[in-house]
């Protein structure tokens, strides 16, 4: 039972180009969270979608940054004219429906963005 | 700004001795759970206590949970080399009904062979 895959899991890209992480969640899952996390910091929440459908991004920036999660295919986080500032590692996890705010998250391997 | 906060930073103990990491957070929660991470690779659950529970064990672990001061500790008996890793406390303060985990700085353990 394969788990939450993420890829690219290392990704560079200079100052002004685009980063596009992708993340399938686990067989059966249908809720997709993207964090953030700095050297050294703890995660940060982005996003949670559910399939087509983007239920909280109060941790998104309002620029450059979109989530997707369509009704086939991965989860996509977008970063667009990408700054130095967005080199973290990117992860994403997953959970099952209707497990709602009682159980764990699986988290996936993470994308590792570099900019220069 | 955080809500769990881990303490101590970071940690170095010898194989065998006991590890123990303590998290404190700012607002009632449902759950907290706690999460490792090993150096470059994704985080893994390792227990979850909910609000209504005091202690709770699995294997060498031993979680505590006190919601009158607000904090947790999560105890590793005769640690091993291969518990070297960061450790995560991981709060749902939210009653939106999903898992809008807010995770604090983290503990580094070191345990040297």
């Known amino acids: 039972n394969a788990g939450v895959m993420q890829n690219p899991r290392h990704l560079v890209r200079r100052r002004g180009q685009e980063a596009r992480l992708r993340c399938s969640p686990m067989?059966?899952?249908?809720?997709v969270y993207w964090y953030r996390q700095l050297p050294e910091e703890g995660l940060k929440f982005m996003v949670y979608?559910?399939?087509?459908?983007?239920?909280?991004e109060s941790g998104m920036p309002k620029e450059r940054f979109s989530a997707e999660f369509p009704k086939e295919g991965p989860s996509i986080l977008r970063i667009q004219q990408v700054v130095r500032g967005d080199s973290a590692a990117y992860f994403c996890?997953?959970?099952?429906?209707?497990?709602?705010?009682?159980?764990?998250?699986?988290f996936g391997e993470g994308s590792r963005l570099t900019v220069l | 700004s955080q809500q769990g906060e881990e303490d101590p930073q970071a940690l170095s103990i010898q194989e065998g001795e006991n590890a123990t990491m303590n998290c404190s957070y700012k607002?009632?929660?449902?759950?907290l759970q706690w999460y490792r991470q090993n150096s470059g690779r994704g985080l893994v659950h390792l227990i979850l206590?909910?609000?209504?529970?005091r202690e709770k064990h699995s294997g060498r672990l031993r979680v505590t949970l006190d919601t009158s001061k607000k904090s947790s500790s999560l105890l590793i008996t005769a640690s091993r080399a291969a518990d070297t890793a960061s450790y995560f406390c991981?709060?749902?303060?939210?009653?939106?009904?999903?898992?809008?985990?807010?995770f604090g700085a983290g503990t580094r353990l070191a345990v040297h062979p």
């Open positions: 206590i909910r609000s209504n529970e």
């Open positions: 996890a997953s959970s099952p429906p209707g497990q709602g705010a009682t159980g764990e998250l699986f």
């Open positions: 607002t009632s929660i449902n759950n």
């Open positions: 991981a709060t749902d303060p939210f009653s939106g009904g999903y898992n809008k985990l807010i």
């Open positions: 979608l559910q399939k087509e459908n983007i239920i909280d």
């Open positions: 067989k059966g899952h249908s809720h």
